[in-house]
């Protein structure tokens, strides 16, 4: 059996995060590429609902990342985001999942580094903590 790969859901910002993004592959940045990122227009339309569905459906990790609090496209959105993912943590355990697995972060329009280097680092905390157990479950 070949050796554990996480694959993970990145919700990220429109106007932030998926530039930085942009950024981190034009200056030819690595980071795992077993990175699967939805575009939102802000992370404010994170609903949790698309979090515990990635995870049910066999993610093994989930990224929620926009703008810093103070520069979102949308006034307060990143701040409605932090508020639905602290109580998404908080609901996590009673879905049989680590809180562990989702991570929220924001990271600017020019820091391409800093994405790189999230990405990286989140794969490999994904890692080690092991395959989602309800990608065991399910039948491929």
């Known amino acids: ?16 995060t998926y530039t930085a993004a942009d950024l981190a592959g034009t200056s030819r ?17 994170v609903d949790p609902k ?7 459906e066999g993610a093994d990790g989930v990224l929620i990342s926009g703008c810093h609090p103070g520069d979102c496209h949308y006034i307060n959105g990143n701040l ?6 602290k109580l ?23 820091e391409g580094i800093d994405f790189a280097k999230t990405m990286r680092e989140l794969a490999a905390e994904i890692k080690s903590l092991g395959p989602n157990e309800t990608r065991a479950q399910m039948v491929i």
């Open 1 to 16: 059996m070949s050796e554990f790969e996480p694959t993970i859901i990145a919700f990220v910002c429109n106007w932030c």
């Open 80 to 85: 409605k985001a932090r508020r639905r993912v």
């Open 88 to 110: 998404l943590k908080e609901i996590l355990p009673k879905f049989g999942f680590d809180q562990r697995r989702i991570k929220l972060t924001w990271i600017g329009a020019s």
């Open 50 to 56: 698309y979090v515990i569905k990635a995870l049910l």
């Open 29 to 45: 940045l690595s980071y795992p590429p077993n990175v699967r990122m939805i575009r939102m227009m802000c992370t404010g339309m």
